[in-house]
T-cell receptor, first 112, second 116 residues
């Protein structure tokens, strides 16, 4: 099992739709989780952290399920500008350091 | 602009040549990271520094790759004897020191390397 897995998509959804992505991780010791957004040929940008209790930022909701070892990102009322690749990031402590692993990303296309 | 900057933005080189990239992190950030990203993949961790100390290196970082951060500010990534498989986007990120692992990274625009 890969350390961090995401459905690559693409997810093609109409404007206004609700869409959800999952990201699974293999190491139960993983501590911190993030969602990044990456536009075509641009650098990744932090979208939101994922907290144990779940968190919401406007139309975006992130959740963590430690028992099943996955995080999710829900986007409500999709906008054309939401079209991008969404990367999950998992941070796992190691010996004296920690390891940061990106998923391959899920591509979202919001269609007019 | 107070974000992370990288130079050059694009580099085309012939196989076998050496290349060096520079990254200037956000000024108050003491952690600096290098990643490599190829088309359709997420960024792959290469190495990271806390101040001038290189704390971790990925097994992806072959002996042709070396990174430095001599004064704990900017960093350089050198690739010697480049191969076509080195063609990728090389991303740099920086973060503030954080307690535990709640480390939010801010990325630079990347250096796109093409090895002919």
């Amino acid at each position: 099992r890969k350390e961090v897995e995401q459905d690559p998509g693409p997810f093609n959804v109409p404007e206004g739709a609700t869409v959800a992505f999952n990201c699974t991780y293999s190491n139960s010791a993983s501590q911190s989780f993030f969602w990044y957004r990456q536009d075509c040929r641009k650098e990744p940008k932090l979208l939101m952290s994922v907290y144990s209790s779940g968190n919401e930022d406007g139309r975006f909701t992130a959740q963590l399920n430690r028992a099943s070892q996955y995080i999710s990102l829900l986007i409500r009322d999709s906008k054309l500008s939401d079209s991008a690749t969404y990367l999950c990031v998992v941070i796992t402590p190691g010996a004296g350091s920690y390891q940061l692993t990106f998923g391959k990303g899920t591509k979202l296309s919001v269609i007019p | 602009d107070t974000g992370v900057s990288q130079d050059p933005r694009h580099k085309i080189t012939k196989r076998g040549q050496n290349v060096t990239f520079r990254c200037d992190p956000i000024s108050e950030h003491n952690r600096l990271y290098w990643y490599r990203q190829t088309l359709g993949q997420g960024p792959e961790f290469l190495t990271y520094f806390q101040n001038e100390a290189q704390l971790e290196k990925s097994r992806l970082l072959s002996d042709r790759f070396s990174a430095e951060r001599p004064k704990g500010s900017f960093s350089t990534l050198e690739i010697q004897r480049t191969e076509q498989g080195d063609s990728a986007m090389y991303l740099c990120a920086s973060s503030e020191r954080a307690i535990g692992a709640t480390d939010t990274q801010y990325f630079g625009p990347g250096t796109r390397l093409t090895v002919l």
